[in-house]
């Protein structure tokens, strides 16, 4: 199946390569609220898809995306402007998923050179994976989180455990195994293998060092709950128009491969799994679902953009056999879920039921010609030789108007919350699994990112904080 869909995008490639010199070259304006200049790295060699009038030429880079470029006239509407955004997120996707060098956390190895990416193993440790992650911030009882490029943690959740070594805590994007065994507000998920789905939340520089604090001042050390609340409604850091790089958290799936699995597809840590019993066990985890919040000074109430894994579910652009549906139309998945664990507790493999999973919200084919699943068959061209192939982006949302913003209680849904595009159905299978309807959602605050992270408006967007500030 793999092959297949290479060779017909390898058998396109001369006719859309002819549309594209129709199409004219790179939009060179800057947008009307950034002066930083464009993603450093290489224009991407050999045949690109007919872009949109004024779309930017794709690059290969470990540079994090700063802005947005400006929107040519013609683009009249938020449908009309999600390319733009998509490629946004994937641009994203390819910077935190860049090689990370050896020195210190969260910097890209060589990030100019579109080689490092192309050729990295799938195991390569990536730029992401050397942020914080959330145990390191509010899981250290009354020691002081270490500082951002300390690999030393006060209390690891594993004895023995090595620096630089993943370890998986949460069974959720919103809870761990150190308080809650569950995704957040919700249910732990499992996979057709009758494992469960492991989770990771991780903090860039800018957003772990405002919530750690400087050492000498110790009222702004906000991973303290009283600290916090004297700084609600806090603002965390933004990329600004100078391009430097403001708040950005990752949160990421992973589920345990297995001998039946083709382990190259997906991307892969070998990790120490935290049990409920308070062992640990190593484990070889694949990624299959990827969130990326970024804070930029144009959009305050942050860009929302998540991926997954091809082989998730059914659907365009999905390949069997499916990690978290059988491939029958039977159970039954009305709002996109059956089987659905009834206690968040853990409970041994031989009693666990697989979730049978559906995509209830559809990746956007809209608009024509340049929609969400246009972009992803535009990224899997330029990115044929990598895993990446095998990751597609489900939905980008962000605030249309930043400035009707209000805190949460003090208004209502979308406007509010920044107006966001668009307003609802804005999930992932792995980590909203039981929240796709808004049937579901109702008591979580909504079938969307921002509909749900408004609700933790007064940490800026931040359930992580607002849950774990103790």
Known sequence: ?????????????????????????????????????????????GTLPALPPGFPTPVISGAIPTFIPTLPDSVTNDTMARPWFDNFSWESLIALNWPADTTGRGNPYLPDSSVVFLNASNAATRVWGTYKES??????????????????????????????????????????????????????LVDQDSNYVRYEVRYNRAQYDTIRGPDADSTLWLYMATNLAHHEPLQMPWTDSAGRTGSLMVKAAWRQMTPS??????LIVHAQVLNQDGTCSPQTMGLVGFHIGQKLQAFPEWIWSTFEHVSNVPGPGSVAPYSFNNGDSLPRTPTGWANRPATTALVPKAQRVPTQVTRLNPIPSTPASASTQWVNQLYHTLLDSTVWVNYQLVITQWPTNAKSFQPFGSGLYPAAAGQPFPVNGATNTTAETYFQSQQDAYAAGGNSCMQCHWGASKADFSWGLLRRAH
Do not use: H
């Not at 790179?26 to 790295?41: E, L």
């Not at 699995?261 to 997906?266: A, G, I, Q, V």
């Open 1 to 45: 199946m793999q092959a297949a869909r290479s060779t017909l995008r390898r058998a396109l490639a001369p006719a859309l390569l002819a549309a594209a010199a129709a199409c004219g070259g790179t939009d060179a304006r800057k947008t009307a609220y950034s002066a930083a200049a464009s993603p450093a790295g290489l224009v991407v060699p």
């Open 261 to 266: 699995d083709d382990s190259t597809r997906y």
């Open 135 to 188: 145990y390191e911030l509010f899981s250290q009882g009354t020691s002081r989180p270490t500082p951002f490029d300390s690999w030393a943690v006060s209390q690891p959740p594993c004895r023995g455990v090595q620096p630089r070594q993943k370890v998986f805590v949460m069974t959720s994007k919103g809870n761990s195994i150190m308080d809650e065994s569950a995704e957040a507000f919700s249910l732990p």
